[in-house]
């Protein structure tokens, strides 16, 4: 709490409403009193802003009077003057009819005067009458006067009332707004607090300024920094508020306060909470449903017929108000009103374990055992533990199966040990096929999201290996060993146990149970040879055979149906992929969303759209195991390439190394062939920096962990955009011709026309100027008219421009890079729209003409030869053996070239390279002898 010698608060917010009261003491005085009648939600601040009201008036040189009620009954006893200019007086009220009535008519003689009066539902008829008289009695001079009204509060004199008000303009009260509530916290807390909170703050009060100022006076004895605490979905007990919604409400209804408290601590709201209200506060219908149309007029309920309290800070303070005793008694009584009308079973046992009492043996075994289920979602492990295992003490069959399954789902979050003994020794009792195949889930997920240290892991491991072996399911086990070292192993060894693991399943005795595990097997293998390059269409066909009744209930199974799912995406299939993904059912691990999210996420990548495919990523993230429990989760590292290139293609580099640092992959990987995407998209953001040795480096890498892997780099969407790109951009010459060649066969085998359009661009990026003209008109024609193609024709014209511009072809080169630029721009690629517009500025022979982009375009043929090698980090004597000429002649073509770019020497190459435009451009060129990255032998190649 503040402590109590804490300054009042300065009024916050409410800038409209003030606006609307100095309009108010602007107009002249006219044959009817100007009014203004104030209303609002319980705690909206009707007093407040009447106050403010007041301060404003004087500022303004009005007299002001503000009547106040006696605390003893409806009567003016009291008011206090204010006279424009001097001070404030208070005035007992001898008579308070007669004596209010001269000293307003006096007041309103002198000057301007604003009369105001809170709370008038509580003034008797006399002195609402009299209030009225001294009104009319000062029409002649310029009189507002502003009331406020509590809502649906009963008057005293309801027709004397309705009279007063009559005419007046009319204020209702809505809560502060979220910048407001910030506001609000600095001026309370006397800091700036942590982000969120006050976002926090405003949900939780809907900014009614009176929850909001118990609120913070309670934060300062929190731990504002604590996440869990600003995220809760349960608001702090603040007694005061739990008071005052108490008096108010009983001041309105005497039945109020129970209704309300009724509702705070059982939150049902659905079509049956009526009687089930009335039931247990002991009124009638008709007095349930009187007392729930208050409670809406009042703003505590919602007029939707939810009967829930609006405001979870209200709610918590009712609840948190009562006994636990008292609680625990509402949610048994409404756990046993449920049953005995057959609400449903999740609605009964949710009272059932709100309750402190346990449950008797009169429950029957489908509430309990839904009860455990609601308080392991609640997080309360001992109670669900208690009660399944009352369950498998007192029960057979279905119910024990079940209670089994969630008897290890809690004690693999709680004692990890007991769990697995639970679950091999469940195992190897149970024979139901389907039970055990939802045990060895649960055991895969174990050992996936293990946080335990190796030593016990490889333990458990070992125990499971046992059980299966005695059970006939033992290939499971040793598919869940490959999936764990996926990527580890190169493909081809991967296949070959594959198929060891298909023909020990075909020797067990359980067909039923290992059937699952063998379209598991299916799935791995269709990905498995689309990463191989093998035949697409017998691939293709796997991955179907895969998916017919594989359901995402495991870590294993969610890879292997993501692998079929990608090799579906991969081949074109983005339809049936689509459709399949929604046709899956959720296992119980509820993982079928993120097979789901996965396969949108990669149909929205192939066909350009940028920001539902970064969407899609972002959100399998948050759903995928932390870095810090798996930082080599196959999913979670692809989801990862593909985010880090989609902040490449859009230019967001610091973005881009964010998510690389906080998924450990920007400094140095671990082993294996997982990390082919994340490798080219450290390259592509090597060269947005204009960092060239580095983007090679990390080429370099990439090559060698898909040879080593077996893996055939062509089967990623990424490296067919990008890849040849970046290998001719860091001078990997022979390997961007081999990869283009690679890129352009398999797309002749596929058949598909935009895999073909793209295979055409990438070789072009290798040729010659007459080749390439040919290559990139094709490339076009196949990819236009194809909105899946967009993303890609943006990237053909950009290249069919920057070589029109190069062969001096500047108005056929102005229609391809204005093309380019607008589909850049709708696909949100944004440095390929950057690099087409400064082609389009270099190209234009009115622009600045000093510009790097328009110095490149003046380079001589050797020239620009020269500059290339020197960029990718050659020396001025390797530079010259290569090309045959002396160190001198090297010296000059460089010293000529630094003039024409305007850059003093090979320092500011990194920030050449980071212009838009400039590397495609410098690149762009005639037949002439280059050495490959690292060669000492130069090889002829045709750009």
Same mark, same amino acid.
């Given at each position: ?87 404030? *007086? ?59 009204? &509590? ?22 009260? *809505?809560?502060?707004? *979220? ?47 604590? &996440? ?199 195992? &190897? ?219 490449? *293609? ?46 090679? &480096? ?246």
């Amino acid at each position: 709490m503040l402590a109590e010698s804490q300054q009042p608060l300065k009024f916050f917010g409410r800038r409209s409403e003030l606006l609307s009261l100095k309009h108010l003491l602007e107009q002249e005085a006219g044959n009817e009193p100007t009014g203004l009648c104030v209303s609002g939600d319980f705690g909206i601040g009707r007093s407040a802003l009447l106050g403010e009201f007041r301060a404003m008036a004087r500022k303004h040189r009005h007299n002001v009077i503000d009547l106040k009620l006696s605390n003893l009954g409806g009567v003016w006893r009291n008011l206090r003057i204010s006279v424009a200019g001097g001070s404030v *007086e208070s005035r007992a009220l001898a008579d308070p009819l007669t004596d209010m009535v001269g000293v307003i008519t006096e007041a309103s003689r002198r000057g301007p005067l604003l009369v105001t009066a809170d709370d008038l539902c509580q003034a008797d008829e006399a002195s609402l009458r009299a209030l009225r008289k001294a009104v009319e009695e000062s029409l002649r001079w310029p009189v507002v006067v502003a009331v406020s009204v &509590r809502r649906v509060s009963p008057p005293r004199a309801p027709a004397q009332l309705a009279q007063l008000v009559h005419g007046m303009e009319k204020l209702v009260l *809505e809560g502060l707004s *979220e910048q407001e509530t910030a506001d609000l916290a600095r001026a309370v807390l006397r800091h700036r607090p942590p982000p969120g909170f006050a976002a926090w703050c405003h949900r939780l009060t809907l900014g009614n300024p009176f929850l909001l100022t118990e609120l913070l006076r309670w934060a300062p004895g929190a731990d504002l920094s604590a &996440r869990k605490e600003l995220t809760s979905s349960n608001a702090p007990v603040l007694p005061a508020v739990g008071e005052a919604v108490a008096d108010c409400l009983n001041l309105i209804n005497p039945v109020l306060p129970e209704i309300a408290s009724i509702l705070a601590v059982t939150g049902e709201n659905g079509p049956d909470a009526l009687p089930l209200i009335a039931k247990l506060s002991g009124n009638t219908l008709e007095q349930t449903l009187v007392a729930a149309d208050q409670l809406v007029r009042l703003g505590f309920i919602a007029d939707d017929g939810s009967f829930s309290l609006r405001h979870r800070l209200v709610a918590q303070a009712l609840a948190g108000g009562m006994t636990a005793m008292a609680r625990s008694a509402i949610h048994l009584s409404t756990a046993t009103y449920l049953h005995q009308r057959g609400a449903a079973i999740q609605r009964t046992a949710r009272q059932l374990v709100a309750s402190s009492v346990w449950p008797d043996d009169t429950w029957p075994t489908e509430v309990l055992l839904e009860a455990a289920r609601s308080a392991a979602q609640a997080g309360d492990y001992d109670t669900a533990l208690s009660l399944v295992e009352h369950i498998r003490r007192t029960t057979k069959g279905e119910h024990y199966q079940q209670a089994v399954l969630l008897a290890c789902d809690v004690l693999f979050l709680t004692d990890w040990e007991r769990g697995m003994e639970l679950a091999l020794a469940s195992l &190897r009792e149970l024979r139901d096929d389907d039970t055990r195949i939802r045990l060895l889930n649960r055991l895969d997920e174990a050992l996936h999201t293990s946080r335990m240290d190796p030593v016990t892991t490889a333990r458990g491991l070992a125990a499971l290996h046992t059980t299966l072996r005695e059970s006939g399911l033992e290939p499971w086990v040793r598919l869940c060993r490959l999936v764990s070292q996926w990527g580890l192993t190169d493909v081809t060894s991967a296949m070959e146990q594959l198929g060891d693991i298909v023909t020990a399943l075909s020797l067990t005795d359980a067909p039923a149970a290992t059937s699952p595990i063998v379209r598991a097997v299916n799935a791995f293998q269709a990905l498995c040879s689309h990463q191989a390059g093998l035949d697409g269409a017998e691939t293709v066909q796997q991955a179907r055979n895969a998916l017919d009744g594989l359901q995402p209930a495991s870590s294993t199974f969610l890879c292997a149906v993501a692998s079929a799912l990608i090799v579906l995406v991969q081949n074109g299939l983005h339809e049936e992929a689509a459709a399949r993904a929604q046709g899956l059912e959720q296992g119980d691990d509820l993982l079928q969303p993120i097979a789901l999210v996965l396969s949108e996420a990669m149909i929205a990548l192939s066909r350009g759209r940028v920001d539902a495919a970064r969407s899609g990523l972002e959100r399998l993230l948050e759903a995928l195991p932390p870095a810090e429990t798996r930082p080599d989760v196959p999913l979670r590292l692809l989801a990862v390439g593909m985010l880090a290139e989609l902040h490449v *293609e859009q230019g967001n580099a610091e973005e881009a190394w964010r998510l690389l640092k906080v998924h450990r992959c920007a400094g140095e990987l671990g082993p294996g062939w997982l990390y082919l995407d994340i490798l080219l998209a450290r390259a592509g953001l090597w060269a947005l920096e204009g960092d060239l040795d580095g983007a090679a &480096r990390d080429l370099t890498d990439l090559l060698r962990r898909a040879r080593t892997g077996g893996v055939r780099i062509g089967s990623s969407l990424a490296w067919r955009r990008h890849g040849v790109d970046r290998l001719w951009q860091c001078g990997l010459v022979a390997e961007a011709e081999d990869a283009a060649m690679e890129q352009l066969q398999t797309a002749e085998k596929a058949g598909l026309p935009q895999e073909r359009g793209r295979a055409l661009r990438a070789r072009a990026r290798v040729s010659g100027s007459p080749r390439a003209e040919a290559l990139l008109r094709e490339a076009i024609s196949l990819l236009q008219g194809d909105e899946v193609s967009a993303f890609d024709l943006a990237h053909a014209q950009a290249d069919w421009g920057a070589l029109l511009l190069r062969l001096g072809e500047g108005d056929r080169a102005v229609t391809a890079l204005v093309e380019a630029v607008g589909i850049a721009n709708r696909c949100g690629a944004k440095p390929l729209a950057r690099h087409a517009t400064a082609l389009l500025t270099a190209g234009d022979p009115h622009s600045v003409p000093h510009t790097p982009l328009r110095g490149v375009l003046t380079l001589t043929g050797r020239e620009r030869q020269v500059l290339l090698m020197a960029t990718h980090g050659m020396s001025n004597r390797r530079i010259a053996e290569s090309l045959e000429i002396t160190r001198r002649t090297v010296e000059l073509h460089l010293s000529s070239s630094y003039q024409k770019l305007g850059i003093t020497g090979r320092r500011d190459f990194p920030e050449l390279l980071s212009l838009p435009g400039v590397g495609p451009m410098l690149e762009v060129r005639t037949e002439y002898t280059f050495p490959a990255h690292g060669a000492t032998e130069s090889s002829t190649v045709a750009a």
